[in-house]
């Protein structure tokens, strides 16, 4: 209701200008140019739609895009429309460099889901950090992070996220931080990440995807542990709706645990 009572409100206004240019022109003379003023109005009311649609059709690309995520035989051709997209978007400037970085972000998650671990890290390395804004940067850094630690780089996961900036948002944050446990206990401080994510996972206002997300990363602590059955028992809990897409889109050691986790409940 609210978004027709402003554009009737556009259409009003509009009108009301379009009849004083009109009677403002045929009392000095001059029809032709109140006329001329009007149609000047609405067609440019009508171009203001215009512009928006394709915002609200690029948003909907995206979100097609985005559950391609989830469907392997979307990917491909989703793949193929980004780096389309991309394309057009170069020379990369000022006011399209969010846009490119958003679409370069969605494109390497694209690719990691389909097992091009190497070619989605060379996507989201290119991104350059210094000319973002301190979240944009922070997304790329996770992004960066997610695809090593499925390409079984710990290391690099970890480098992309050293002498990083604050980016402002706490939840963001707290999943960069359980990121960079979870690459340090792939390097051996599996103790120390299992204290981390159980702290976390039972901190007080912590977003509901967030304790999901620690509880995957004390899964892997106690599994790096050696303590195996706790690991499977910890991410059983999840339930199959978060099992399955671990299972598939996970780093390799949850990926492992998550399969086994669902092929002992299908037994």
């Known amino acids: 209701m609210r978004s027709v009572a402003l554009r009737l409100s556009r259409i009003l206004v509009i009108a009301l200008l379009a009849s004083a240019a009109i009677a403002w022109a045929n009392a000095r003379g001059l029809g032709w140019l109140g006329w001329t003023i009007a149609i000047g109005l609405f067609v440019g009311m009508a171009g203001m739609r215009f512009v928006r649609f394709p915002r609200t059709a690029a948003n909907s690309r995206e979100t097609r895009w985005e559950a391609a995520l989830y469907s392997a035989r979307k990917r491909t051709q989703a793949m193929k429309e980004i780096r389309r997209a991309l394309h057009q978007l170069e020379p990369v400037r000022q006011r399209t460099r969010s846009e490119h970085t958003r679409l370069s972000i969605l494109l390497a998650e694209l690719l990691d889901a389909d097992g091009h671990y190497a070619e989605a890290s060379a996507v989201v390395d290119a991104v350059p950090l210094?000319?973002?804004?301190?979240?944009?940067?922070?997304l790329v850094r996770h992004t960066r992070a997610v695809t090593h630690l499925r390409a079984?780089?710990?290391?690099?996961?970890?480098?992309a996220l050293s002498e990083r900036l604050a980016s402002g948002d706490l939840e963001l944050e707290q999943r960069l931080s359980l990121l960079e446990w979870y690459a340090k206990l792939e390097l051996g401080d599996a103790a120390q990440a299992l204290r981390f994510a159980g702290e976390l996972e039972h901190a007080r206002g912590v977003e509901e995807s967030v304790v999901l997300e620690a509880r995957v990363v004390r899964a892997a602590a106690l599994d790096a542990l050696g303590r195996r059955e706790e690991a499977l028992v910890t991410l059983a809990a999840l339930g199959r709706e978060s099992l399955e897409p671990l299972a598939e889109l996970g780093q390799p050691r949850v990926r492992a645990l998550a399969r086994t986790v669902l092929e002992s409940s299908e037994a």
Request: proline content about 12%; hydrophobic content about 55%; glycine content about 0%.
């Open 130 to 138: 210094n000319a973002l804004a301190p979240l944009e940067a922070a």
């Open 152 to 159: 079984s780089n710990p290391e690099a996961a970890l480098d």
